[in-house]
């Protein structure tokens, strides 16, 4: 596919504006990280007017998919972890083009994965835990058991994926296998709940129970990041906690959130006068017993 190809590369790569080119092929049983294409050509560039630009082509009997992507919309995949191919392809695909090393440059980056990237990814994978958690947990109190045990199955993923952060790595298309290795107990965990012949019913409720004690267990390194912009001032409303530069990226997930940390006293809410009588302005602040523990 790399001779097919090439003609399209080589005209991309004369580009000042290109930065690397990676092709992935699709291997035997690994049909996930192409999407079913023989082929996938990535392409990074600096910037461009769409940040992600896709075309597909037919070659005989085979086909393979090009993917444009700026180094923004690259970054922020990284970051939020939206595109989990992505790092399937940085890692394993073969780099045709690389210029000044920025591929290079980036591999080196992810294999280390920066402490302070990696505070942020912890924070929004633990908001998304937590979504998933309480959510599954009210659909079980309200004996929808399928639906909460979609909601745990999910919460479950989330947790795995930030346990694998925590140890200082990025999760990847094959997160179980990752934590397997990681963290056996929340892959114990997982089993029990797709593999028991227990009731669905009293499956779910062993799960919560253990999931809330990993989930405890793991706050104060999950918030660490969110602890720490919400220190910079003392109390917060929800509008300037959801326009913050780094905090809008928790986005639906952050509400939900602060409520659980209100609940387990890591916030308190502040009352605030407005000018109508007995309504008050809810704002946010972090205890300061957990600043000083944090």
């Keep these: 596919m790399e001779d097919i ?15 690397g080119v990676i092709m ?6 690994a049909i996930p990280a192409t999407d079913t294409f023989d082929a996938v050509l990535l392409i990074l560039v600096e910037e461009a007017d769409e940040p992600v630009f896709v075309k597909h082509y037919t070659y005989k009997d085979k086909k393979a998919a090009l993917h444009i992507v700026t180094d923004k919309q690259l970054r922020e995949w990284i970051l939020l972890g939206s595109n989990r191919k992505i790092f399937d392809w940085l890692y394993n695909g073969k780099v045709l083009f690389d210029r000044n090393e920025y591929i290079y440059n980036l591999k080196v980056e992810l294999r280390e994965f920066p402490f302070y990237g990696r505070k942020l990814k912890m924070g929004l994978e633990f908001a998304k835990l937590i979504r998933r958690y309480m959510d599954g947990k009210a659909f079980f109190e309200n004996r929808h058991y399928f639906d909460a045990y979609n909601h745990i199955v999910h919460s479950l993923h989330h947790l795995a994926r930030l346990a ?20 056996p107990e929340i892959m114990k965990l997982y089993e029990e709940l797709v593999n028991s012949q227990e009731p669905l019913e009293k499956r779910l409720e062993l799960l919560f129970l253990a999931s809330e004690f990993l989930i405890h267990s793991r706050t ?8 720490d912009v919400l220190a910079e001032k003392d109390a917060w409303s929800i509008h300037d906690i959801m326009n913050h530069e780094e905090l809008y990226l928790y986005a639906v997930d952050l509400s939900m959130l602060l409520e ?4 387990k006293h890591f916030i308190e809410t502040v009352n605030v006068e407005t000018k109508g009588q007995g309504i008050y302005h809810r704002y946010y602040k972090l205890k300061k017993i957990i600043v000083k523990k944090l």
């Design 5 to 19: 190809l090439r003609p399209i590369y080589q005209e991309r790569a004369s580009q000042t504006n290109t930065l």
């Design 164 to 183: 694998v952060i925590e140890n200082g790595f990025h999760p990847e298309v094959t997160v179980w296998n990752q934590v397997k290795q990681i963290e």
């Design 260 to 263: 659980y940390l209100i609940d």
């Design 24 to 29: 992935t092929e699709k291997l035997q049983k």
């Design 220 to 227: 104060k390194q999950g918030i660490s990041h969110l602890a």
